[in-house]
């Protein structure tokens, strides 16, 4: 009897074992799946947040490539309009040598003082008209190898004002 006693106690405790071991053992997956449903979750809006910062990578990429495509013609602009500025002054320095160069026949001795340009200060208009002259003749320069006939530039208004006032 003793053995038996001792033997439903044993017997007693092994289903105790049992039963707290399969709990555990319930207890132990459950937490496992939330573990891991919750670390899927994770990585899902990891994921997420990836894939929208991509996306925001490549357009801010783009952006970046308009905005040195229009540095880069902004800056060919400038050295352009810096090469005409140097152009023009060239021009001008050409202009004031030309105009150094006027002989004195060319000057009216204004109420005793210095002398005034004639065609300068008395006919402004031959100013315009005598530099489109010389803008329509270097504009022949580059395009054409021999020069055009007189007949074909009297109508330009510098010519045709000397003509008029030759005549």
């Given at each position: 009897?003793?053995?038996?006693?001792?033997?439903?106690?044993?017997?007693?405790?092994?289903?105790?074992?049992?039963?707290?071991?399969?709990?555990?053992?319930?207890?132990?997956?459950?937490?496992?799946?939330?573990?891991?449903?919750?670390?899927?979750?994770?990585?899902?809006?990891?994921?997420?947040?990836?894939?929208?910062?991509?996306?925001?990578?490549?357009?801010?990429?783009?952006?970046?490539?308009?905005?040195?495509?229009?540095?880069?013609?902004?800056?060919?602009?400038?050295?352009g309009l810096r090469e005409a500025t140097k152009r023009k002054e060239v021009e001008a320095e050409e202009l004031k040598a030309a105009l150094r160069s006027v002989n004195d026949s060319n000057v009216v001795n204004a109420t005793g003082g210095g002398g005034v340009l004639k065609m300068m200060n008395s006919h402004v208009p031959y100013k315009n008209e005598y530099l489109g002259f010389l803008a329509h003749l270097r504009g022949l320069v580059g395009t054409t190898q021999n020069a055009p006939a007189i007949t074909s530039l009297l109508n330009l208004p510098f010519l045709a004002r000397l003509a008029l006032e030759d005549s």
């Amino acid at each position: 009897m003793a053995s038996s006693a001792a033997k439903k106690t044993a017997e007693a405790k092994n289903k105790q074992m049992e039963s707290e071991l399969s709990d555990l053992s319930a207890n132990l997956f459950n937490t496992a799946n939330e573990m891991v449903a919750t670390e899927r979750q994770a990585r899902a809006s990891a994921e997420e947040a990836l894939a929208s910062t991509r996306v925001a990578v490549t357009a801010l990429q783009r952006q970046l490539e308009a905005a040195k495509a229009g540095l880069s013609r902004e800056e060919s602009e400038k050295d352009g309009l810096r090469e005409a500025t140097k152009r023009k002054e060239v021009e001008a320095e050409e202009l004031k040598a030309a105009l150094r160069s006027v002989n004195d026949s060319n000057v009216v001795n204004a109420t005793g003082g210095g002398g005034v340009l004639k065609m300068m200060n008395s006919h402004v208009p031959y100013k315009n008209e005598y530099l489109g002259f010389l803008a329509h003749l270097r504009g022949l320069v580059g395009t054409t190898q021999n020069a055009p006939a007189i007949t074909s530039l009297l109508n330009l208004p510098f010519l045709a004002r000397l003509a008029l006032e030759d005549s």
